[in-house]
């Protein structure tokens, strides 16, 4: 990816976490998960536009993945959904099934990209089946822990991301 693509999300991340922390203590009334979805999408939107014209694989599958999480972001926004920490495990599946299907669309002879794809819904029929098994419970309980701290992690993903973007590679400055 190239450096400026990298800071476009990254800035993403950091606003919306510091969003999320300025709404936890003062009652604003603005749609954090809105705005964060909406700079996510269109930034990575474009990145998954630009991978596929340059076929730069690992950028498309950034790209694909910040993409999918706008829009499951967007859809928590949107809809009145009772506890986000039970669709967040369905989600991973969702995203990995999209990440894997762009690599084969990207890369048609790659047919491992499209089987780990059905793995990948397989996994997602075999969560659906089994949602109220202990074992899922106890991972969802630990997902909807985590997302306490949301607006943090987003922060510091953001914060490493930029940190880190002189290490990483890109293919123009």
């Known amino acids: 990816m190239k450096k400026y693509e990298i800071i476009l999300i ?12 300025v709404k936890k203590y003062f009652d604003l009334e603005i749609d954090i998960m809105l ?35 706008g829009v499951l972001e967007f859809t928590i926004s949107k809809f009145n959904i009772g506890s986000i920490d039970l669709i967040i495990l369905p989600s991973v599946f969702i995203i990995c099934c999209g ?3 762009m690599l084969f669309i990207e890369n048609a002879k790659g047919k491992i990209f499209i089987v780990l794809s059905l793995v990948c819904a397989g996994c997602l029929l ?22 306490n701290y949301k607006g943090v992690i987003l922060f510091v993903i953001g914060w490493l991301l930029i940190s ?8 123009n400055n």
């Open 10 to 21: 990254a800035i993403s991340f950091i606003i919306t976490g510091f969003l999320f922390f």
């Open 35 to 69: 705005i964060g979805s909406v700079l996510i999408i269109v930034n990575s939107l474009l990145a998954v536009f630009n991978s596929l014209q340059n076929s730069n694989r690992s950028k498309l599958v950034w790209s694909t993945f910040m993409f999918l999480i």
């Open 99 to 101: 990440v894997f299907l």
């Open 126 to 147: 075999f969560l659906i089946e089994f949602k109220d098994s202990l074992f899922i419970n106890s991972i969802n309980q630990y997902i909807g822990k985590l997302l």
């Open 164 to 171: 880190n973007r002189k290490k990483i590679k890109s293919e």
